[in-house]
T-cell receptor, first 111, second 114 residues
Framework: GENVEQHPSTLSVQEGDSAVIKCTYS??????FPWYKQELGKGPQLIID?????GEKKDQRIAVTLNKTAKHFSLHITETQPEDSAVYFC??????????FGKGTMLLVSP | EAGVAQSPRYKIIEKRQSVAFWCNPI?????LYWYQQILGQGPKLLIQ????????DSQLPKDRFSAERLKGVDSTLKIQPAKLEDSAVYLC????????????FGPGTRLLVL
């Protein structure tokens, strides 16, 4: 089955800096890669996703890049704000629509 | 539109007791998922329904966990008997029918087994 590795486990940045979270996956058949943000006491919420037919996707301050050859994808957050502080999860699909999640990255943005 | 609803939000039980969780997905969503999220880890899929049929339950500990989705809408997840290692947040998610559809998560039920 699919295995997703996520790094780093924790990330501390100053407000206004950029943050980068990286994930690798094992199943070369995977073709859908969503990123979720989870705030304390809440369920994960989709923030951006990318499919295997593109290499990069941007949505305002958030971008995701995908390298299918190397089987890794990354989340980039620019101009970070304190409200970006949360746990971020990457995921990759396997099978029909099953998602395998990484272990998460706790992002702390200090004012 | 209303989001995924789950109840209860918190549950404390003793080991060997039974517990049940309820989920109401977003209206019109054909696919429903139950995940287990242990502290400090990502969600792990327990079972996936497409309408009222099971698509994937390969990671469901079937000796103690069961789930049903009658009429293809609401779903319940049951644990009987509970073990200490079942302490976790149980998340329900739903998506429209189809591949690569966004999964929308509920707030989860936090279970503590003593």
């Amino acid at each position: 089955g699919e295995n997703v590795e996520q790094h780093p486990s924790t990330l501390s940045v100053q407000e206004g800096d950029s943050a980068v979270i990286k994930c690798t996956y094992s199943d070369s058949a995977s073709n859908y890669f969503p990123w979720y943000k989870q705030e304390l006491g809440k369920g994960p919420q989709l923030i951006i996703d990318i499919r295997s037919n593109v290499g990069e996707k941007k949505d305002q301050r958030i971008a995701v890049t995908l390298n299918k050859t190397a089987k890794h994808f990354s989340l980039h957050i620019t101009e970070t704000q304190p409200e970006d502080s949360a746990v971020y999860f990457c995921a990759a699909n396997s099978g029909y629509s099953t998602l395998t999640f990484g272990k998460g990255t706790m992002l702390l943005v200090s004012p | 539109e209303a989001g995924v609803a789950q109840s209860p939000r918190y549950k404390i039980i003793e080991k060997r007791q039974s517990v049940a969780f309820w989920c109401n997905p977003i209206s019109g969503h054909a696919t429903l998922y139950w995940y287990q999220q242990i502290l400090g880890q990502g969600p792990k899929l327990l079972i996936q329904f497409q309408n009222n049929g099971v698509v994937d339950d390969s990671q469901l500990p079937k000796d103690r966990f069961s789930a049903e989705r009658l009429k293809g809408v609401d779903s319940t997840l049951k644990i009987q008997p509970a073990k200490l290692e079942d302490s976790a947040v149980y998340l329900c998610a739903s998506s429209r029918q189809g591949i690569q559809e966004t999964q929308y998560f509920g707030p989860g039920t936090r279970l503590l087994v003593l």
